[in-house]
């Protein structure tokens, strides 16, 4: 047993580990190393876990999730529950309260969808507040499209050995094969890795980077090296 096989078998004992997963649920299909789900889950935050289950596999080089976020009973929300919920739950994180008395961020519901918008200065800003919104009861899908404007002009050359530096210290990366490029407040990763998590650990150290507004991650994963490791 090898190739898409064996890729399918190693997915399938992913999801069944995974105690927030219902593999039961899910159906696997593999051609040419790229992973299909489908079926159905019983909440968002179920979802993301069985595309974080898949995209660990070494070998996956993409990922398509037709996944269908079915909620049993009990969990049906209205919008303008969820709306009060995601109020709330944003109210009470730590690092997001300063950006709400702010009004830098608003928030809309349509059928249980999610959807985020306005401005913060930092990355991680953006993406804790979809975190939070994805794991609230009712919420079908979040989409994210909170503008990342930094405080201050990036100097282009120290963004780009900063990030270099990052991916050096970076137990999880191979920084040799990563190139980096400064396009204004935008960085460009080009290159190879041999996975999604070693893909997905570039670009974190380059959201990390302050001044930084975009991240075009262009890494491409290589089976190559994924054999070989």
């Known amino acids: 047993m090898g190739g898409d096989t064996q890729l399918k078998k190693h997915v399938e004992d992913e999801l069944i580990w995974q105690p927030s997963v219902d593999q039961a649920s899910i159906g696997v299909s593999v051609k040419d190393s790229i992973v299909t789900l489908t079926g159905h889950v019983r909440s968002y935050a179920e979802k993301m876990a069985a595309e974080r289950a898949v995209l660990r596999i070494q070998g996956v080089k993409a990922l398509a999730s037709e996944l269908d976020v079915t909620l049993p009973g009990t969990h049906e929300r209205t919008d303008e529950d969820i709306a009060r919920a995601t109020a709330d ?23 249980g969808l999610v959807t985020l918008g306005g401005m913060v200065e930092w990355p991680y800003q ?3 507040f979809e975190r939070e919104v994805s794991h609230l009861i009712g919420v079908r ?23 270099e530096a990052a991916l050096k210290r970076s137990a999880e990366v191979e920084a040799g094969r990563i190139r980096v ?28 980077a302050p001044g930084v507004s975009k991240v075009e991650n262009k890494l491409l994963i290589s089976s190559a ?4 490791g």
Do not use: C, F, Y
């Open 89 to 111: 739950a944003l109210a009470w994180n730590a690092v997001l309260p300063r950006l709400l008395t702010k009004n830098a961020i608003n928030v809309k519901v349509t059928k």
């Open 126 to 128: 953006k993406h804790n």
């Open 141 to 163: 899908g979040v989409v994210n499209q909170i503008e990342v404007k930094p405080s201050r002009t990036p100097v282009s050359e120290d963004i780009k050995i900063g990030i």
């Open 181 to 208: 490029e400064i396009r204004g407040a935008t960085v460009v990763l080009a290159g190879t890795v041999s996975s999604w998590p070693e893909r997905n650990a570039a670009e974190r150290a380059a959201w990390a």
């Open 225 to 228: 090296m994924a054999t070989a």
